[in-house]
């Protein structure tokens, strides 16, 4: 079998960030994904910032949760994310309460202590400085708001019938290549970041720091696009040439997920789980003064978004 190394980036360059496969990956898990909102009990009315929003898939999630009278702001590196997210919300009953705007997440489009909650799902894996930019973000949280962070940990990918040893051989090996793929001049990505959020709120100043996780089993006979996003995250395991994998495991591994005739998924047998997290934590307010990092122009220019936000 040839090894396609089909790898899915946005216009950043970021790797598993294109539209149909966030799409994808949202649709295969909505149901845990409805869940997570809810048990956020999110302030009703409040303003939330979804940081690192792509094309908008938790809107309607969190606009429900916060209510008619709550604001969202979207925001996100990527302009074609942005493009995608608000011609989604086009003639949606949630159109008049998110904006999009493109910013970092460090240099958020709104002024300091407003936030009720900012939102970030799927990007924590992507920073370079996880404990960094946590702390530029607590600024912008109003007096008691919580950072609420979403990620993955492969380190909790199973597959049932797939030869655990393979599966450990594949699963270090792409471990290894993430902590020296930034220095190859690829982007920085930490697919194992799941379970080290917690320390990393803390370590930005955050208090109050809480750890829920979600199991996602999936059995056989597996719903389409479940399936698609096992294939894609199968294929992006032996991605980049999967310096670290020989030749023989990368196509075992293909073979398992895409050979057409004999495959995992047709079996019986097949089961896989995964975990990820939610971890929420309070802005301890004695950092307040870090807050005069921010330019005066840069803060007016956040409050101009701000009402027009909210008008
Ligand atoms: C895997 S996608 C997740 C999108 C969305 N949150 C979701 O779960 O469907 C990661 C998104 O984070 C954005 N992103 C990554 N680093 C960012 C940063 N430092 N500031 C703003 N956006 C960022 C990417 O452009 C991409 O749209």
Redesign the pocket.
Known sequence: MVVNNVVHV?E?G?P??AIEW?ET??HSKAGERACMIRDLHLKQGGLVV??????G??TPLLAEAIGPDGRIIG????AE?LVTAKKRSINTWYRHQVQYKR????QLPLAYGRADSIF????SQ??LDPVA?FAAMGPYLAPGGRLIIKDMDLGTLRFYNVDPALQARVFRARELWEKERAEQGLLFEDSWVGSKLAGYLRAAGYKDVQVKTYRIVRRYPLAPDYRLYLEGIAEWFVGEGAPYLSREDQTNWLHCFLNEDDNVFARESFVSEETEYIVTGVWDDSHAGDCLKLSLATQAEAEEVLVAVQE
């Open positions: 946005n950043c970021l598993l960030n966030l990956h949202h979804d940081a690192g929003c792509g094309p898939l938790w925001v996100d590196i990527s994310a910013a970092s997440l460090e970030s799902a799927n990007v992507y920073l930019t």
